[in-house]
């Protein structure tokens, strides 16, 4: 159980957290994607959804770094922020 342990329990309250309620920069991006898969926009308004979801997703990514509950939430919010630096620079 120790690297369960190490991995997934939350700092502060001693349990176990492996997901949690999206916050305000995850909420953007998800709300910002299905805009996109419903609407389709084009030109201007498409180009302003697919920026604020990344510039959100980003944000999120750098928040669970610095401030994840538990190693498994700052490793995800590395590899996320990874792929999605990756995923601008091979455009």
Partial sequence: MGLVDW???DRRTGG???AQVPN???GVWL???VLRLLLHPT???GRALEVVGTGALLVWAVDEVVRGVN???RILGAVVGVAVVAG???R
């Fill in 7 to 9: 991995l997934f329990r």
């Fill in 16 to 18: 176990y957290t492996v």
């Fill in 24 to 26: 305000w920069p995850l």
């Fill in 31 to 33: 709300v910002a994607t």
């Fill in 43 to 45: 030109g201007t308004a």
């Fill in 71 to 73: 190693p498994w939430r």
């Fill in 88 to 90: 601008l620079v091979t």
